[in-house]
RNA sequence: GGCGCUAUCGUCUAGGGGACUAGGACGGGGCCCUCUCAAGGCCCAAACACGGGUUCGAAUCCCGUUAGCGCUACCA
């Protein structure tokens, strides 16, 4: 693994920027994690970097393949592709290992044989004296021959960072200068007593090792960044940019949970968002191109993306916004892109198979151009579009109540309505419109209440496209048919 | 508690010392369009957290306060 990254760094230009998103995957992948990895791709995208993927799975306890690969889908889905192979945290032990070693050789870390539970006393009795705990270093301050005596003992031990003196600073690509006193960072435990490593030698082994030149990451990190700042140079290694995003946070300005409904990436694909959608929101969640600019398309934000415009603000998801995104990506999307969106879940909701779609794709695509000016979602086309496909529709009571009130007055006017439709000669829009005009002029009626109860007829609903283009779109026969099944159910 | 980060309409944000009567968008309200619902158009309500400086002048720079958030593990 090492002499494959060795090798890979190598033969990269030094010039070209190396990003990577680092989920671990003890969970789905959250829209808090699509950002930060949102980001880091637009900002390889757009300077001709490298975005690599890692997945931190060194908490085997935690750890599942299932969340791995819910990592995959969300970020496959997202259309946020990844650089070389996949790196797996857990597979560079060794070098982990290696690393805190050579930490331990040239006096930058040394032996910690504290227990937990005397830690923990510690931690406690400092806490009763209202003190912030600090490790005392009395484990530093053992004699050579001491600390050999209990290692060949059998001791169990940890290796602890050792911090210097003065302070940890750098300058951050959002905020600017961050500045941390050393004496307020801990000497951090780098190797557990079971030999493996702890998070932050785990990421700075690998970033160093994978050659990552900016480490874009979600602002909790703000405060691992003095110590793994430490571990860079006490390894010798050149510092990355470190660039710290704001959070996301929910309705309530708490950090976005499960309470606060759908936070997977998944969730919303099943809703039926738009991947370009969800990127356009989550662009926005922290980021602005300045200006007026909300609406782009994936390419729009590369080529917009710039780190001038990176928010220090947690931002809270509202997702209302999201779905009114997402309905502006509707319309906004041509048909042959919609199409392969919608149709799984046409097929999927038993409306039609993927045949029949195929050999009526004309119709099939005015139909779609028809409903999504409605739509916020595919599942809101797709509830749209029942009465186009199904034989039976449901008649809504509300509906019903409200247009065919008079069941005697309502059947006479379909049935006039259906005379005048019969005699149609050209099914189209303006053909349409003449003739049931023409009828209610003739009866003397708004023209409207001939099509309140035609559009229960059709659709069972209050709610549809208007009734010309919905005629045309369902044709003379279906439209007929839907007239009589009226006619029928209001003679009962 | 300690340390750190942050602070413009309810929300996302524009704003880089005078262009600010603080702009846009979501959401809310109203009107128009209209066969319903959307979409679209027009209009309205709605914010610079507070207090000190610096400056002729501060949303913008500095300090403090307050509040929110994060971290403070042999988690990541």
Redesign the pocket.
């Known amino acids: 693994m090492w002499t494959r990254f060795a090798l890979l760094h190598n033969m990269t230009d030094s010039t070209k920027p190396r990003l990577r998103f680092?989920?671990?995957p003890?969970g789905y992948l959250h829209v808090g994690g699509a950002r930060t990895a949102l980001f880091n791709w637009l900002y390889a995208r757009k300077f001709g970097g490298e975005f690599l993927l890692r997945i931190?799975?060194?908490?085997k306890?935690?750890s599942t393949d299932e969340s791995t690969r819910a990592i995959f889908e969300g970020l496959e889905w997202l259309g946020l592709d990844w650089d070389d192979d996949v790196v797996y945290?857990g597979a560079n032990l060794a070098r982990h290992q290696a690393d805190a070693r050579r930490l331990l050789e040239t006096g930058a870390a040394y032996r910690?044989?504290?227990?937990?539970a005397e830690?923990?006393e510690r931690?406690r009795e400092a806490?009763a004296r209202?003190?912030?705990?600090r490790?005392d270093r009395r484990c530093d301050r053992l004699t050579p021959e001491e600390v050999e005596r209990r290692v060949a003992a059998g001791m169990?031990?940890?290796v602890r960072f050792r911090v210097p003196e003065g302070v940890t600073d750098w300058n951050?690509l959002?905020?600017?200068?961050?500045?941390?006193?050393n004496k307020?960072?801990?000497d951090?435990?780098i190797?557990?007593?079971?030999g493996?490593?702890?998070?932050?030698l785990?990421?700075v082994s690998d970033d160093i090792a994978m050659g990552i030149t900016i480490v874009m990451r979600?602002?909790?990190?703000?405060?691992?960044t003095p110590k793994q700042i430490r571990l860079y140079r006490a390894l010798g290694a050149p510092l990355p940019t470190f660039a710290?995003l704001?959070?996301i946070?929910g309705?309530d300005?708490?950090?976005l949970s499960k309470r606060h409904g759908a936070t997977a990436v998944g969730d919303y694909q099943h809703y039926g968002l738009l991947p370009g959608a969800m990127l356009n929101?989550l662009a926005?969640?922290?980021?602005?191109?300045?200006?007026?600019r909300?609406i782009m398309t994936i390419p729009e934000m590369i080529e917009l993306f710039n780190v001038?415009?990176l928010?220090?603000?947690?931002?809270?998801?509202?997702p209302?916004?999201?779905?009114?995104?997402n309905?502006?990506h509707l319309?906004m999307i041509s048909l042959e892109e919609l199409e392969p969106r919608v149709t799984p879940k046409i097929i999927e909701a038993r409306l039609a198979t993927e045949e029949e779609l195929v050999e009526r794709r004309d119709w099939y695509l005015r139909l779609l151009d028809l409903l999504r000016?409605?739509?916020?979602t595919l599942d809101d086309i797709v509830n749209q579009a029942r009465p186009y496909f199904l034989d039976d529709i449901e008649y809504d009571p509300l509906a019903v109540a409200k247009n065919w009130k008079d069941p005697g007055e309502a059947s006479s006017l379909l049935g006039d309505t259906r005379g005048a439709l019969a005699k149609v000669e050209v099914w189209d829009a303006p053909t349409l419109?003449t003739s049931l005009r023409t009828l209610a002029e003739k009866r003397g009626i708004?023209?409207?209440k001939i099509?309140?109860p035609l559009?229960v007829a059709l659709t069972g609903?209050?709610?549809?496209?208007?009734?010309?283009?919905?005629l045309v779109q369902m044709g003379p026969s279906l439209s007929l048919k839907r007239i009589d099944k009226a006619l029928q159910k209001l003679d009962l």
């Open positions: 680092a989920p671990s003890t931190e799975d060194t908490d306890a935690r945290q910690c044989f504290c227990t937990p830690l923990e931690r806490d209202k003190e912030a705990f490790y169990p031990y940890v951050d959002v905020h600017e200068r961050i500045a941390f006193p307020d960072i801990d951090f435990v190797l557990r007593s079971d493996t490593p702890i998070y932050n785990a990421v979600g602002d909790d990190h703000i405060s691992n710290h704001p959070m946070h309705l300005g708490k950090k929101f926005l969640l922290g980021w602005s191109p300045g200006g007026d909300e001038d415009g928010q220090k603000k947690a931002a809270i998801f509202d209302k916004k999201l779905e009114w995104m309905g502006q319309s000016v409605r739509s916020r419109e708004a023209a409207g099509f309140q559009r609903l209050t709610v549809s496209p208007g009734i010309f283009e919905m």
